[in-house]
């Protein structure tokens, strides 16, 4: 799962570049702090017991952008913690400006920044770069809003919601690599298939570079994103049960990949309540995908359906509300559908979250947790 922070360059983060170690009088580092406060209590908490046992480092596929309009560069390197380390630290070899672009690096100064989206569950696997330095053109802009948005902090974590207004009050070129840092909700709703998400990446000037691989680590993404959200769930319903607010239920997916639905509740008065969990890292507004499959459950009289929105879903839980009895909703789609010409098909409508009603929100959090 993505996770984004925002790191204001130091005189002896720059010396990681082969460039600078050579032509700044700024120490021997040869590395980017990543501060302790951040990056492990805010995003990775459980990384030190987690590679405690590979000697306090491990390696990460590097993905740099920047600065200016520069494009995907791509590296391997270490994250380590050292014995006498205040702050972890992106270490290994020198990276040196790229044999197509040989003066790439060398216009970053101390206070620039770099904004990075690390992916990885208990530690990151990967990370995008974004260098945004203060005397390229195309990165002055968000440079500034940068600086407002830090202030004085050396590193911050931040929501995708909040990097999307600091690009937008910097009015970025369109072409801008920073845009694509905010359009992993948008690739995933295109990897599903929504007609919205195709739509934004249609409208994206590095539209022709989304890839089959992009497409189908969305898919990935978006996959994992959806088995986290059901463990969540069937923590939850553990809890109801053993609080004899229900009196059973099964993960029925878990057994059933093609299932129309994801739980089957047994209330206390006997009656079963059949559970599709719709999970997403973003926003509660993000569309709502329902295949075919599932619309046609939906709309059976045989047992009530319900929708678990999942949203804002992390490593530290998610937030959950309830839809509930959607059954004349999934008729009235049913129905709109069948008036389709002969021979067509949908595999699945995408609705907005505003056209159902949900419940209050609750708070879920993993087990390990509680």
Request: charged fraction near 25%.
């Amino acid at each position: 799962m993505s996770k984004i922070a925002i790191k204001r360059l130091t005189a002896s983060d720059l010396t990681l570049f082969k460039w600078h170690f050579e032509n700044l009088n700024a120490g021997n580092q040869k590395a980017i702090n990543l501060n302790k406060n951040v990056f492990v209590d805010e995003l990775f908490p459980s990384l030190p017991a987690v590679v405690e046992e590979e000697g306090w480092r491990f390696s990460i596929d590097l993905y740099l952008y920047g600065p200016g309009l520069s494009g995907e560069y791509n590296l391997q390197r270490k994250i380590l913690k050292g014995e006498t380390y205040k702050n972890w630290r992106l270490d290994g070899e020198f990276i040196v400006n790229p044999q197509d672009d040989p003066q790439r690096f060398n216009d970053l100064r101390p206070d620039d920044f770099v904004v990075i989206e690390f992916s990885g569950h208990l530690k990151p696997v990967s990370a995008k770069m974004i260098f945004i330095a203060q005397t390229v053109e195309q990165d002055t802009g968000l440079h500034t809003e940068l600086q407002n948005f830090m202030n004085d902090r050396p590193m911050a974590a931040l929501e995708p919601g909040e990097l999307e207004q600091v690009i937008q009050n910097a009015e970025s070129a369109a072409e801008h690599p920073i845009h694509d840092f905010v359009m992993f909700e948008v690739m995933v709703d295109a990897a599903q298939g929504g007609i919205e998400g195709i739509n934004r990446l249609r409208s994206r000037p590095t539209y022709r570079r989304m890839t089959r691989r992009s497409l189908e680590d969305a898919r990935t993404r978006a996959g994992n994103i959806g088995f986290q959200g059901e463990e969540l769930i069937n923590t939850f319903l553990t809890m109801l049960q053993e609080n004899a607010e229900i009196q059973s239920f099964e993960w029925t997916s878990f057994e059933n990949a093609i299932s129309p639905f994801d739980f089957s509740v047994t209330q206390n008065d006997g009656s079963v309540v059949l559970v599709d969990v719709k999970s997403t890292s973003g926003r509660f507004e993000n569309r709502i995908h329902i295949s075919y499959n599932e619309l046609l459950q939906i709309s059976s009289e045989e047992f009530r359906y319900d929708i678990y929105r999942v949203y804002e879903l992390n490593d530290g839980g998610a937030v959950l509300r309830i839809s509930r009895n959607l059954n004349d909703f999934g008729r009235s789609v049913v129905t709109a559908l069948q008036t389709l010409p002969e021979g067509v098909h949908p595999d699945g409508v995408s609705i907005s979250s505003t056209v159902l009603e949900f419940e209050e929100e609750i708070e879920l959090t993993p087990p390990d947790n509680e």
